[in-house]
C-alpha cells in the first residue's frame, strides 16, 4: 500500500473545489438550496479524533512500548482508515471551500454571513480529519531495520506463525 501524496491530496482538494464551485454557481448561484447544519463542523471534529485515537496504539507500540502484541491486520485497517481520512479531508475541504468561495461576494447579507461562517467552520474540521488522517499513517510507517535485523526480531516477524501464513498465501 503506497502512502498519501501531497499532490494527491491536493488535486483532490482543488477539483473538488472548482466542481463544487462551478456546479453551484450554475445550479444555486445564492447557495441558498444546499444544506449546511452546524452538526457537520463538529462531526468532522469527532471522526478527527477518532482516527487519532484509532491511531494512537500503533504509533506507541512503535515508540517500543511493547506490553501487548500488535495484530497485524489492526495496523493494516489502521492505516486504511487513516488513508481514507485523508483523501475525504481533502474532498471535503475543496467542496466547503468551493461553497465558501462563493458565498463570499455575498458576505454584505446576513443570513449569507452565518453561511459563510459555518462553511469555515466545515472546511476547517475538513482540514482538521484531512491532518489527522496523514498523521496516523505516518505513525503507522514501521521503524526502519537495524543492520543485525534487531528490529523486525523486535517487533515479532519471525515468528513461526508469520511463517505459517506465508506458506499457506503461497
Known amino acids: 500500500m503506497s502512502p498519501?501524496?501531497?499532490r494527491v491530496l491536493l488535486a483532490v482538494a482543488v477539483i473538488s473545489g472548482v466542481l463544487t464551485w462551478v456546479v453551484l454557481d450554475v445550479v444555486d448561484p445564492t447557495a441558498v438550496s444546499v444544506p449546511l447544519p452546524w452538526t457537520v463542523p463538529v462531526l468532522l471534529v469527532v471522526l478527527a479524533g477518532a482516527v487519532l485515537s484509532v491511531g494512537r496504539p500503533v504509533r506507541r507500540w512503535n515508540q517500543g512500548h511493547r506490553d501487548r502484541p500488535l495484530d497485524a491486520l489492526r495496523a493494516a485497517r489502521t492505516v486504511v482508515v487513516a488513508q481514507a481520512a485523508?483523501?475525504?479531508g481533502a474532498a471535503l475541504a475543496g467542496a466547503?471551500?468551493?461553497l465558501v468561495a462563493l458565498l463570499?461576494?455575498?458576505v454584505q447579507i446576513e443570513v449569507r454571513l452565518d453561511r459563510l461562517l459555518l462553511g469555515l467552520a466545515a472546511l476547517a474540521a475538513?482540514?482538521?480529519l484531512l491532518v489527522a488522517g496523514v498523521v496516523v499513517?505516518?505513525?503507522c510507517r514501521l521503524?526502519?531495520?537495524d543492520r543485525d535485523g534487531q528490529a523486525g526480531r523486535q517487533r515479532g516477524t519471525g515468528s513461526s506463525r508469520d511463517g505459517d501464513v506465508?506458506?499457506?498465501a503461497e
Request: hydrophobic share 30%; net charge positive.
Open 4 to 6: 498519501l501524496r501531497t
Open 86 to 88: 485523508g483523501v475525504t
Open 96 to 98: 466547503y471551500g468551493g
Open 104 to 106: 463570499v461576494p455575498m
Open 126 to 128: 475538513s482540514l482538521l
Open 137 to 139: 499513517e505516518r505513525w
Open 143 to 145: 521503524p526502519p531495520e
Open 166 to 168: 506465508r506458506r499457506s
